[in-house]
């Protein structure tokens, strides 16, 4: 599976877009790319997913380069319940999932 | 549609014992999953089921060990638990164990071994 690698920690002000990046220079073809969200203490939450296009949905939108080495999941109108430790994930299916540490992002008000 | 429920939420061992942690898959979802997640680490793999056969386990030993039911409930069972056994162990579904599938977690079971 694609190594990924995200800052450790960001912060962003309450209403703001949050731009979360993830680099993964070395995915394969045929690897998605997910998004996943753990707010303290909780399971962790599924995001968003993509293969080549960008994507969107109700919580968030998925920007992926045109040679798939890296990917934005950007949160349009950041609120203070967004706070959590958001992974980014390379996989050809949900099995198995590597979680690595993620970034912790700080809705601040 | 009901979520992924587990129990217990929150149990205390001491070393050498054994337990087992419970979990109910979301309706509609065959294929189950259990992450371990140690204190300031993102979750690790342990194992996946699928129609009651393991169907694929990450690095832990073997006296890490599963099972999945015919209603696709699923249990961990951990033997000879030990201090580094500490952690939150999260159970997730999925519809199934192929294609873009996207995993549903429940909450998850904090055990302390002391």
């Known amino acids: 599976d694609a190594k990924t690698t995200q800052p450790p920690s960001m912060d962003c002000a309450e209403g703001r877009a949050a731009n979360l990046p993830c680099n993964h220079s070395?995915?394969?073809?045929?690897?998605?790319v997910y998004w996943y969200r753990q707010i303290h203490s909780q399971g962790p939450q599924y995001i968003i997913h993509g293969l080549k296009n960008n994507e969107t949905n109700e919580m968030a939108s998925l920007i992926i380069t045109e040679d798939r080495k890296s990917s934005t999941l950007i949160l349009p109108h950041a609120t203070l319940r967004d706070t959590a430790v958001y992974y980014c994930i390379v996989r050809r299916g949900a099995n198995n999932l590597f979680f690595g540490t993620g970034t912790r992002l700080t809705v601040i008000p | 549609e009901t979520g992924v429920t587990q129990s217990p939420t929150h149990l205390i061992k001491t070393r050498g014992q054994q337990v087992t942690l419970r979990c109910s898959s979301q309706?509609?979802?065959?294929?189950v999953s259990w992450y371990q997640q140690a204190l300031g680490q993102g979750p690790q793999f342990i194992f996946q089921?699928?129609?009651?056969?393991?169907?694929g386990r990450g690095n832990f030993p073997p006296r890490f060990s599963g099972l999945q039911f015919p209603n696709y409930s699923s249990e961990l069972n951990v033997n000879a638990l030990e201090l580094d056994d500490s952690a939150l162990y999260l159970c997730?579904?999925?519809?199934?164990?192929?294609?873009?599938?996207?995993?549903?977690f429940g909450a998850g079971s904090r055990l302390t071994v002391l």
């Open positions: 070395t995915i394969s073809g045929n690897e998605y």
């Open positions: 997730a579904s999925m519809e199934s164990p192929s294609g873009a599938n996207v995993l549903t």
């Open positions: 309706s509609g979802h065959n294929t």
């Open positions: 089921y699928y129609r009651e056969e393991e169907n």
